[in-house]
């Protein structure tokens, strides 16, 4: 049997480990001084670690711009471990999905730098006529494209990621991408009021260029492998709903991309459910109100309630003022292994099964989110014969009853 505590412990002292070689990074070290020690850690390592790294850093107080300063570095030490972890996932490959998307934009990017502006910035080198220098300009432009790629990153990608803690990374890279701004439009203005000066825009341009290149190689080794273990299938389909408006650069999705769903209300009829009317009563155990009445008391409801039937399949959730975790529509019909993050939905279906299978009845877990303690609990719905109906999670923020202290009683109102 597995030792949970070892394998804890174990994690925990590579990411001991992995904090000092950055620190010793930071402090003057070169890669080749601490690569033995770090090639003896990088057989197990995962981009999440690098992400948990990263955040102790800053919670230990050292500034994101000195973080900044080392992102060149993580790539150089990271490259050619990272990739070999991260197989191909299926959604990523799918035309329209933004994974997708963000790589047909980084190969078109790519594919812009080694065809043209290098071939031109060698011509300008070598002759600085007005012809070389308008060709510059050209390329320039359409390379300042890249700003779309980037607004989708960080206004699109990046609160998702947030959202799960994981901030370091997000903040590390919108700075690299404002530097890389700025590098352009430098470069952009030597270009328009070139004044003879063939190596100051040389300089410029290199900065832009290079820049652009290692943030693809960032993002293609770092950032897409943890966003790809990081989001549910929900939460990219939001994103692709919000690309649109902020446009792309180069290129446009190579097809539309959408979830697998089951059709929830064709479902119900062919399993011989017939939906009632807006005024009819749907009777209870004790009791019966109309739908508009159960609908609203549900909303009304201090947590938030999800229902995922027999089949696996998202039916019903409901719609409080203030929900913990986000949800839209999209989601009915979709198998709840799909609305949930990669990286927990092993431990979703494993709960599921428990819960189907009648070897528990219900489970429950509580996790701190900012300023929130939420817990989350699973249980299963059975019939009056114990037949199984599907799983109901109840999520609500305990914080508020924890800080309950003394009496408040009716009469005290």
């Not at 997708?100 to 934009?105: D, V």
């Not at 739908?291 to 201090?302: H, K, V, W």
Request: aromatic share 6%; net charge negative.
């Amino acid at each position: 049997m597995v030792d949970i505590s070892e394998i804890i412990n174990n994690r925990e002292h590579r990411q001991k480990v992995l904090k000092e070689l950055i620190m010793e990074l930071h402090n003057g070290k070169t890669v080749e001084e601490i690569k033995p020690r770090f090639q003896e850690l990088i057989k197990d390592i995962s981009t999440h670690e690098i992400t948990q790294m990263e955040q102790a850093l800053i919670m230990e107080g050292m500034p994101v711009e000195e973080i900044q300063r080392l992102c060149d570095v993580h790539a150089a030490v990271f490259k050619g471990s990272i990739s070999d972890i991260h197989k191909p996932r299926k959604q990523e490959e799918i035309p329209g999905h933004p994974i997708h998307t963000f790589r047909l934009e980084n190969e078109a990017i790519g594919k812009l730098i080694q065809e043209r502006i290098k071939p031109n910035a060698e011509r300008f080198e070598a002759d600085d006529s007005a012809e070389n220098v308008k060709a510059l300009q050209e390329n320039l432009k359409e390379l300042s494209e890249v700003d779309k790629h980037y607004l989708r990153k960080e206004n699109l990608l990046f609160p998702f990621l947030e959202k799960y803690g994981i901030t370091a990374p997000p903040q590390v890279m919108w700075g690299v991408d404002d530097e890389i701004r700025m590098s352009l439009r430098e470069a952009e203005k030597l270009l328009a009021n070139y004044n003879g000066d063939k190596k100051a825009v040389l300089d410029k341009l290199n900065e832009a260029v290079n820049g652009v290149s290692e943030m693809i190689y960032k993002e293609e080794n770092i950032l897409f492998p943890m966003s790809i273990d990081t989001l549910s299938e929900d939460e990219w389909l939001r994103i692709v709903e919000g690309s649109d408006e902020i446009g792309y650069c180069l290129v446009n999705p190579a097809g539309e991309w959408k979830p697998e769903r089951v059709d929830i209300e064709s479902k119900a009829m062919d399993e011989g459910e017939k939906p009632a009317g807006d005024d009819r009563y749907v009777k209870f155990d004790a009791g019966l109100m109309t739908p508009e009445e159960i609908n609203a008391l549900l909303n009304t409801l201090p947590l938030d309630i999800t229902f995922v039937d027999k089949s696996g399949a998202v039916k019903y959730f409901s719609q409080g003022k203030e929900r913990i975790f986000a949800r839209s529509k999209t989601i009915i019909g979709r198998m709840v292994e799909n609305c949930h993050p990669p990286s927990s939905v092993n431990v979703v279906e494993k709960v599921v099964e428990d819960l189907r299978s009648g070897r528990k009845d219900h489970e429950d877990f509580w996790i701190r989110m900012g300023d929130k303690y939420v817990l989350i609990r699973y249980f299963a719905v059975r019939n009056a014969d114990g037949e199984y109906l599907g799983t109901m999670e109840v999520t609500q923020d305990i914080r508020p009853i924890q800080e309950i202290t003394g009496e408040k009683r009716l009469a005290d109102r």
